[in-house]
């Protein structure tokens, strides 16, 4: 039988620690709302969409309250809408009406986010993905709750230049388009390589075609509670701290199948994966980087940081796998920046730089995260950065991401305020050399040799 | 059988089990265990109770008895037991 110690430790976890689940995203197959008609592709997308999510929040809201665990969010992915309204939309005006109607549906079942505003282009666009594409800027500046990813690239397809080149104009597009609102546009803008089909986690999270008509995916949380964990073995070896990660990181995602299984069961919808991540708030000990600063770094960004997320990274996927049947999505570490407050600090000292953190992607999920750049980059550099971490992506056989803002009126030295869970950052400096000629070039970067396994 | 974990942390005073116990006695909550300990100066309590006769809804009782430990200037808690076991053992 249960001893007092044990719930008091879960307590402690979720009362103090900030143990929480940080999302249920239902995903949700939209290939059967497929028409030629525009107006009928709205319809049938906004009554699909509301008739499987209309029960998600008050469920979600009744297993927090059974177990007394915060469920943070409730969110949906969809099909990506390039394959959904590819029939229909003949201009990126068209694919916006989608837009729109996914926003509305997201604000009649009360979800904060839905994903899926998507394209998969790895190995080249149809003219519908390109109008999608094209369509982004205006879409995100006319809707509240809809995100928007884009993969580019794959360890199996090579990397789709053209889409890249055209991401960086695009995302440099959107942060126009929302510039009122210090570009938030680009908060809700992902361009991945190696998309999982299954990620229930904001922005990038789209229902793949891969995936059965409806799913339920959890994303578990607990930066805080590993780092309180942590603090018990301070000055212990290597062996003694990746223990102590696994066991935390068992416990946490422990939580996490728990309540995929009774949401599952109770909105009569298959459980998908568990998304074993360390998803960090800008809340003070709900971060990631304080882990990797108990671990043993004055600050993140100081030699030695690859390494010690490395580790982090693979303890908390070995203790994490045992805690569920399937794991899946993006699981690993997150290291937004205004998403965390030990990387704001970092970043604000000038001890982590632009291309430290893209070496520290190379060893954990998912990319360049949430980071502000001056509003006048160019979007050939962007295109160059997009590049370069697909690139990591498809020879590592990982997945990764970009997730750029180009703060529009803003350069170094300034600060920019997303708000809630998006947090606020410092703008960061861009190396100034141009990339054009190698952008510009056109065409496909072929798949890399260790890709032909068959 | 479907067991609920309660919890009481807070200042130590009288009647703190009783009030809990009537409670859940009136709501036909079968007590199975109940153990109690004072960390850093705090009272803390858990029992395990039985919810399968209950003759009200969980909701209702989590909201009974938070309203309860706010009158005696305590924290209490009621949880489905899963959370625990799920992840203490394997």
Redesign the interface.
């Known amino acids: 039988?249960?001893?007092?110690f044990?719930?008091?430790?879960?307590?402690n976890m979720i009362e103090h620690e900030k143990l929480d689940v940080r999302t249920i995203t239902m995903g949700i197959s939209l290939l059967d709302c497929c028409d030629s008609d525009l107006t009928a592709v709205n319809d049938k997308i906004y009554k699909k969409i509301t008739t499987y999510a209309k029960d998600l929040v008050s469920t979600g809201e009744?297993i927090a309250?059974?177990?007394?665990?915060p469920i943070v969010n409730k969110r949906i992915s969809v099909t990506p809408i390039a394959l959904v309204g590819g029939c229909a939309c003949k201009s990126p005006e068209d694919f916006v009406t989608i837009a729109q109607t996914m926003d509305r549906a997201a604000k009649e079942v009360g979800v904060n986010f839905i994903g899926g505003y998507s394209a998969l282009v790895s190995k080249g666009m149809t003219p519908a993905e390109e109008n999608l594409i094209r369509s982004i800027p205006q879409a995100l500046a006319v809707t509240e709750r809809v995100c928007s990813s884009i993969n580019v690239g794959s360890t199996k397809t090579g990397l789709n230049m053209d889409a890249v080149k055209l991401m960086g104009e695009i995302v440099l597009a959107t942060a126009e388009a929302t510039k009122e609102d210090d570009s938030l546009g680009c908060a809700k803008l992902v361009v991945f390589c190696n998309a999982p089909d299954d990620n229930p986690f904001m922005a990038g999270a789209f229902h793949g075609v891969t995936e059965a008509d409806a799913i339920i995916n959890v994303g578990v949380s607990g930066p805080g509670v590993v780092k309180v964990a942590l603090e018990k073995a301070r000055g212990e070896n290597f062996e003694v701290l990746c223990e102590t990660i696994k066991k935390t990181a068992f416990?946490i995602t422990?939580?996490g199948?728990?309540v995929a299984q009774e949401a599952s069961k109770r909105l009569g919808i298959p459980f998908g994966i568990i998304d074993l991540s360390l998803a960090p708030t800008p809340a003070v000990g709900d971060s990631v980087a304080e882990i990797l600063e108990e671990i043993g770094l004055e600050r993140v960004g100081a030699p030695g940081t690859t390494a010690a997320l490395a580790m982090l990274n693979d303890q908390v996927k070995k203790g994490g796998v045992m805690a569920s049947s399937y794991v899946g999505g993006l699981s690993g570490a997150f290291i937004p920046v205004s998403e965390d407050q030990g990387m704001i600090d970092a970043v604000s000292l000038g001890a982590l730089t632009l291309e430290k953190l893209e070496a520290m992607t190379c060893v954990c999920s998912v990319g360049l995260d949430m980071i502000a750049i001056p509003g006048d980059t160019p979007a050939t550099t962007i295109s160059g950065i997009i590049a370069d971490e697909a690139a990591i992506g498809m020879i590592n056989q990982k997945t990764t991401a970009v997730r750029l803002i180009p703060v529009i009126g803003k350069g170094l030295g300034d600060t920019v305020e997303f708000g809630g869970l998006l947090g606020y950052a410092p703008v960061m400096p861009v190396n100034p050399y141009s990339c054009e000629k190698f952008v510009t070039r056109g065409g496909r970067i072929p798949a890399p040799i260790h890709s032909f396994k068959n | 059988m479907n067991k609920v974990i309660i919890t009481v942390v807070g200042k130590d005073t009288v009647g703190i089990i009783a009030r809990v116990c009537t409670y859940l006695a009136e709501k036909k909550i079968n007590v199975l265990d109940i153990s109690q300990t004072i960390v850093q100066g705090y009272f803390n309590m858990m029992m395990i109770a039985d919810f399968e006769a209950a003759s009200t809804s969980f909701g209702e009782v989590c909201d009974a008895l938070e309203a309860l430990g706010e009158e005696i200037g305590v924290s209490i808690k009621c949880q489905r037991e899963e959370i625990f076991t799920k992840m203490h053992r394997i």
């Open positions: 039988m249960l001893n007092m044990e719930v008091i430790e879960t307590n009744e309250r059974d177990f007394g665990v416990k422990r939580v199948q728990l």
